[in-house]
């Protein structure tokens, strides 16, 4: 075997032990039924006999840039691994608790503070994950493959004759006079082949997990990691190992059929996909590992003041400003200063760069960094959950997802961080070649 790198792979549950407000509709104000998929963080080790990172992907809608800040420092203190060279990516189910502070569209709500017991159970579950995986380093070979699967998604912001864009969260019946483009619909999978069977694999797919809400009575309040769990389940029976699922650029992308067992038809489809490529993996021939990370300058696109941000959402309960003042009580807490730093994160397995971002990513900022570097994945909510990242052109077509009410940073922020993308990774790849 190729002598090089090193995997290791670890699993653990999260999914709550008592009834929680779930994170992702905001008027979903009533707590969880139950369980229909289980949640969990998993946990992949990849080490060059230099340097070590972890990627963790856990089932929740987002974990905000503070959250992560603290997590990063949890892990190097319990492993001795730090930021740039962890990255933490999130699913996107909207069946999962949040660990931050949430606003509900009922003033009734209003703002929820994250259960204690729950982050205290995803924190511990995140340091056992990361030392397991840590321990179970052994030899491994990267093996990758990128596979289109065009069939289960859309754009739910198709592009009418006049060229600006109307919102479809299911697909129309008529679309006869819509574009439902772009899409990035490849299905990317990197697994880990060891001397016994594969070790592990990491998948990569933008689509919105947002399926199966109408298969029983209520399902919008029973907690679900969505289709990934049975992309991960299919897949990881098939191959004898744990599999990670990061979401790709899905900021603009839903399923074409999200009800009754799509859930399940759409994490079989991909891990089917995955199975049958199998004649098309290839070995990684670049045995290094690495991180880092850019810091991109933003102001807040909706300045608040932090120091009356709380009374005025306290005054505005019931009125025709409660949304306004809850957006700016939520907005308040995570830029007091009305300023962000972006991370722009690169985390090298081999040849491939995975790219974390904080945002819901729109797929043409996918689709443009994959054809200037075509060994690049793109992670979104990754690194923090701040907003809707579109292009600047998208913002003039108006849409969900390109409005003050979804972006967090000017209109130009999405141009901006592409082009910090391009530069980090034309860095990272001029000093890899030989």
């Given at each position: 075997?190729?002598?090089g ?13 008592t ?27 990849v ?20 959250v992560?800040?603290?997590?990063y ?44 017991a729950?982050?205290a ?71 880990f ?8 694999a ?104 932090a ?21 700016g ?35 043409e ?28 052109h ?41």
């Open positions: 075997m190729q002598a790198l090193s995997a290791g792979v670890a699993i653990r549950d999260i999914s709550p032990a009834p929680q407000l779930l994170h992702g509709y905001s008027a979903r104000d009533s707590r969880s039924l139950g369980i229909r998929e289980p949640l969990s963080l998993r946990c992949l080790a080490g060059d006999g230099q340097r070590t990172v972890l990627v963790i992907c856990l089932d929740m809608i987002g974990v905000q840039h503070h992560c800040q603290r997590w420092e949890l892990l190097e203190s319990e492993t001795g691994i730090g930021f740039p060279h962890i990255l933490i990516s999130c699913t996107h189910t909207h069946f999962a608790p949040a660990v931050q502070a949430t606003i509900y569209a009922n003033p009734a709500t209003g703002l929820v503070e994250p259960d204690p729950h982050v159970l995803v924190e511990t579950q995140l340091v056992g994950a990361a030392r397991e995986a840590l321990a179970r380093l052994q030899p491994a070979v990267l093996e990758r493959v990128c596979v289109p699967v065009p069939g289960l998604l859309f754009n739910r912001r198709p592009r009418r004759p006049d060229g600006m864009v109307t919102t479809s969260y299911l697909y129309p019946g008529d679309d006869t006079q819509l574009e439902f483009l772009p899409t990035d619909d490849e299905l990317a999978v990197l697994r082949r060891g001397e016994h069977g594969i070790i592990g990491l998948t990569n797919f933008g689509c919105h997990p947002v399926t199966g809400t109408d298969a029983i009575p209520e399902g919008e309040r029973y907690i679900s990691a969505d289709y990934p769990h049975y992309l991960r389940a299919e897949l990881g029976g098939a191959w004898k190992c744990p599999v990670l699922f990061a979401l790709g650029a899905a900021g603009d992308t839903v399923p074409i059929n999200r009800q009754g067992e799509c859930r399940m038809r759409i994490g079989r489809a991909l891990a089917d996909t995955a199975i049958l490529a199998e004649r098309r993996y290839r070995p990684d021939p670049v045995m290094h590992v690495g991180g880092e990370c850019r810091l991109l300058s933003a102001a807040a696109m909706v300045p608040v003041d120091a009356t941000a709380a009374d005025r959402f306290e005054q505005s309960r019931g009125g025709a400003s409660y949304g306004e003042c809850a957006q009580l939520y907005r308040s807490r995570l830029y007091p200063s009305n300023r962000f730093d972006i991370p722009v994160q690169e985390v090298r397995l081999g040849s491939v760069s995975l790219v974390a971002l904080p945002f819901e990513v729109f797929s900022i996918s689709l443009r960094m994959k054809a200037a570097f075509p060994n690049s994945l793109l992670l979104s909510c990754a690194g923090g959950y701040q907003g809707y990242l579109p292009l600047a998208e913002c003039v077509r108006e849409g969900y997802g390109a409005t003050p009410e979804s972006m967090h940073f000017a209109s130009d922020t999405g141009d901006r961080v592409l082009a910090e993308i391009e530069a980090l990774l034309g860095q990272s790849s001029g000093a890899a070649a030989p």
